[in-house]
């Protein structure tokens, strides 16, 4: 907490009670539901969440990119280094885009432009953000660039076609970097990937963390990249933080049901177990969310209590948040 | 006993501008029945087109395929579809493997309609059966694939893979695409089946967990070639090959007490077209020398444990 803004008193990211919904078919789907999160600068926040969860959509409402039509951010606040980032004019936050805060997407098949040069779509970035005066060449922080994500510099006038999923993904990488920024969204950035070209891309992008004391948010459904990436974790079902503290209080000791259950269901790497423990039944369905804990239909331990109102978040006194009203029956039954 | 599927040097090439592309080079393998061969390796390993000629969905270049000891390789026509009926895939994107123009209960009675052999009562009955065997409500006997979520649209077509009461089947990444908790659900369901009705499984998939909890032998494919193959459990306790070793310290560990040594490997899988007849990994091993040129043979270094290395013994 030693990097906090000295003109406020906020986390370098605050994000407080975001809202979002989408309307489609005339249907309001409630995509996130109040979620804060906080991360300081050279720390990285683990967001973990199946399919539909509303992750991604955190990640583009911070950038405020969410499509023009249908998306509404409808409340909150996504404070950086003290800036209301929700209130700022499209004009400055074209500004903050690719510069201040960049995002690396999912699939790197289709985030880059496939009739540019690799070299150029690194060089506009660097171009667009070139402050008055300032000397820097983009062609070559390109090619820096390429070089740092261990690409060789000669290959600058490739196009994305020549270049392998591995590579392609490093490139993104490069164009997300290419700023120096303070705040990365990495959405899945190695689910496209093959495992060992995942364990080299979390490292490269860990050695640049930390090289430039970059604050990152990693949206992943993946606990293996989590553990071995993040200092904390959020865990999100249905638009709502159910979890969150540090990675060691997650993992050692997840309280909440479904984090209980999302690591009884992957298969484990070291014991020999006849069945899996999957979560019985299915997400819920965005446009209809159950009343009180959107989590208590798959619930094991769910009572009336927990269909009745908007569940609390319970947090212990090291910090560990908590958002079910039965965790102490939960904690004695098991052990 | 006769093992359900046998295949004896199997190659598939594809035809490319630039030359043969070796998809499948060499492959050698037998599955007992009721067993599961695991098939594991990265994207563009030959891994897909492995299960995909074995069933005849691509035509083999050279090698042989026997079904419960019978060749099927050079199979026609009528034949050749008998034989089809006992083999059987599940495909790994439930959403683009079933029709989405068709109900449910279609797609699960498009194979009995086509093998001609029940009337429309019988198919009536046996698709509600196959649809109560994999867990599918029959109220959503009409409904459309896009009314279905990921894991039930997998289990129509795991439902449409079962229809014909196939001996072997090929599961293709079937759960690549789901969700941990809905994960763990369809690979309940397919051991389920295999022990209530003794079907053999090639399980093709990246996923080493996966891999590890289902399978009881594993092969693990590097550019079209076998370079490992051994039960399970002996595959995770003590991997042979420099790539399998590398591959297994690769996966994050969910262990954060123990986080995993990783062996960063250099490089990237070269290319598949017109390879160099030494070993295909030679690029990328840390452990490769001059000897790694030559083209590497299959050696069995301990009963049922196979290795493509020459460099073996100075590795280990």
Known sequence: MAEKNPNTDRPFLDIKDLVVEYVSDGETVHAVNGVSLHLERGKTLGLVGETGAGKTTIAKSILRILPDVGAKICGGEVHLDGENLLELPEVEMRKIRGNKISMIFQDPMTALNPVQTVGDQIAEVVRLHLEHGDRTDPVERAKEMLEIVGIPAERFSEYPHQFSGGMKQRVVIAIALACNPDLLLADEPTTALDVTIQAQVLDLIADLRNKYNTAMLLITHDMGVVAQVCDDVAVIYAGNIVEYGTKRQVFKHPTHPYTIGLFGAIPDMNEDEEWLHPIDGLPPDPTNLPQGCAFSPRCPYATDECRKEAIKVYRTADGHDCRCCRIEAIAKKEG | ?316
């Open chain 2, 1 to 316: 006993m006769e093992p359900v599927i046998r295949v004896e040097n199997l190659k598939k090439y594809f035809a490319t501008p630039g030359g043969a592309l070796h998809a499948v080079d060499d492959v050698t393998f037998s599955i007992e029945a009721g067993k599961t061969l695991g098939v594991v390796g990265e994207s563009g390993c030959g891994k897909s087109t492995l299960g995909r000629t074995i069933i005849h969905l691509h035509e083999s270049t050279d090698g042989k395929i026997f079904l419960e000891g019978k060749d099927i390789t050079k199979l026609k026509g009528r034949e050749l579809r008998a034989a089809r009926e006992k083999m059987q895939i599940i495909f790994q994107d439930p959403y683009s493997s079933i029709d989405p123009r068709k109900t449910i209960s279609s797609t699960v009675m498009e194979p009995l309609k086509v093998s001609g052999r029940y009337n429309r009562r019988e198919i009536a009955e046996k698709t509600a059966e196959l649809m109560g065997l994999v867990g599918i409500d029959e109220r959503l006997r009409l409904a459309y694939p896009h009314e279905l979520d990921g894991g039930r649209r997998q289990r129509v077509g795991i439902a449409r893979a079962l229809a014909l009461d196939p001996k072997f089947i090929v599961c293709d990444e079937p759960v690549s695409a789901l969700d941990v908790s809905i994960q763990a659900q369809v690979l309940n369901l397919l051991k389920k089946l295999q022990q209530d009705k003794g079907l053999t499984y090639m399980f093709v998939t990246h996923d080493m967990s996966v891999v590890r909890h289902i399978s009881d032998d594993i092969c693990v494919m590097y550019l079209g070639q076998v370079v490992e193959k051994c039960p399970s459990k002996e595959l995770f306790a003590m991997p042979l090959h420099p790539y399998t070793k590398a591959l297994l310290s690769a996966i994050p560990s969910t262990d954060i007490d123990n986080p995993t040594k990783r062996e960063i490997l250099k490089g990237e899988l070269t290319s598949p077209i017109n390879p160099k007849p030494g070993c295909r990994f030679a690029a990328r091993c840390p452990f490769a020398t001059e000897a790694c040129e030559q083209p590497q043979v299959q050696e069995e270094v301990s009963p049922g444990h196979f290795v493509r290395c020459c460099r073996i013994r100075e590795v280990n």
